[in-house]
C-alpha cells in the first residue's frame, strides 16, 4: 500500500510510476523493475466535531546526534504542532535520554495542553543520548492517551533506528494496545540502510502511516504531511502489482515508486518505498 494524506478524491486521481526494486542490503543495486495498479481508496478522517489528542514521541538516541546534527527533527515537530486547529492537545514526549518518574522508558516533556508556545519548547529540549526503547515509550503514549479518553486519539513517533534488543519484544504490545484504544501510530523512520521493517508493520497493524526520510532535511515536508492527515483526514492508496522479472531468491528487498496524484488537472509526484520480505 502507498499511503498519500489529502482529501475528497477516488482511486482514479491517483496512480504508480517508475518502480524499482533492490536489495535492502545494497540499495543502490537494482535488481528488477515493476507496474502497479491502483485497486482502491480508503479515506480516513477524524471524528466530525472532536478535538484531536497527539502524543508526539521523538527518539533523543545518541545516533540522532549523527543523523540529525542540525536538529531539523525540532522544527519539523514545530511544523506539526502549528497545525493543531482550536482544541486540539498534544503532549510532547521523548525516549532514549532519561525517564519521567512513573513511566517505562520516557520523558515528558510536556503534558497535554493546546498552548503552541509550551508544545515549542517543549521539543527544543529533545537530544541526543543513550539507546532506544522505542515500544517502551509507545506503551507510555498509549497510557497517557487513555488517561485523557480522547475521540480522536494518534501516536507520531520519529527514530533513527530498531528498538533495543530488550524492547523488541513489546511490539505485540504496543499493537494490541493502540487497536484497542482505537489509536493510530504514525511512525517516522530516520537514515539510510536500516531496517524500517517493524515501522511499517506497525503503521499497518494500526491504521496508522509509515513514511522514510533518507535525511534530516525530509522531515519538515513529512511531518507536515502527517499534521495535515490527522487534522483534516487522510487517504490509503491500495495498489497491485507484478515484477518483472520475478524476485526468486529470498531476502529482503526495497520496492521504490512514485504515485501519482492528479487533482483538478494538476499532477503532483510522491516518492513511496516499501520493504518487502520475499521467503
Same mark, same amino acid.
Given at each position: 500500500n502507498g499511503n498519500l494524506? +489529502? $482529501? $475528497? !478524491?477516488t482511486a482514479a486521481n491517483f496512480a504508480f510510476k517508475d518502480i524499482t526494486v533492490a536489495l535492502a542490503a545494497t540499495p543502490g543495486t537494482l535488481v528488477t523493475g $515493476? +507496474?502497479?495498479n491502483v485497486t482502491s481508496i480508503d479515506i480516513i478522517q477524524p471524528t466530525a466535531g472532536k478535538q484531536v489528542t497527539l502524543a508526539l514521541d521523538f527518539d533523543s538516541s545518541g545516533s540522532m546526534g549523527d543523523n540529525d546534527p542540525s536538529r531539523l527533527r525540532v522544527s519539523a515537530g514545530k511544523q506539526l504542532v502549528s497545525l493543531l486547529k482550536a482544541g486540539d492537545q498534544a503532549a510532547i514526549m521523548d525516549f532514549g535520554a532519561e525517564t519521567t518518574t512513573g513511566l517505562r522508558a520516557s520523558r515528558l516533556l510536556q503534558d497535554f495542553t493546546s498552548d503552541k508556545t509550551l508544545l515549542e519548547k517543549a521539543i527544543d529540549r529533545v537530544t541526543a543520548s543513550g539507546g532506544t526503547p522505542l515500544f517502551s515509550s509507545l506503551l507510555d503514549a498509549l497510557d497517557l492517551l487513555k488517561r485523557q479518553s480522547p475521540s480522536n486519539p494518534v501516536? /507520531? /513517533?520519529l527514530t533513527d533506528g530498531e528498538a533495543d534488543k530488550d524492547d523488541v519484544g513489546f511490539?505485540?504490545?504496543v499493537v494490541k494496545q493502540a487497536n484497542s484504544q482505537s489509536t493510530p501510530i504514525f511512525t517516522v523512520g530516520l537514515g539510510r540502510n536500516i531496517d524500517f521493517t517493524q515501522l511499517q508493520k506497525l503503521a499497518n497493524d494500526t491504521s496508522g502511516v509509515f513514511a522514510e526520510a533518507a535525511d534530516a532535511t525530509a522531515l519538515n515536508i513529512i511531518f507536515e504531511d502527517i499534521g495535515f492527515g490527522i487534522t483534516q483526514g487522510r487517504v490509503v492508496v491500495n495498489g497491485e502489482g507484478r515484477f518483472t522479472p520475478p524476485l526468486t531468491k529470498s531476502g529482503k528487498y526495497? !520496492?521504490?515508486? /512514485?504515485l501519482v496524484t492528479t487533482i483538478g488537472g494538476v499532477s503532483k509526484d510522491t516518492i513511496f518505498n516499501l520493504t518487502v520480505d520475499v521467503k
Open positions: 494524506i +489529502t $482529501g $475528497g !478524491v $515493476g +507496474t502497479a501516536v /507520531v /513517533v511490539f505485540d504490545d526495497v !520496492v521504490v515508486g /512514485v
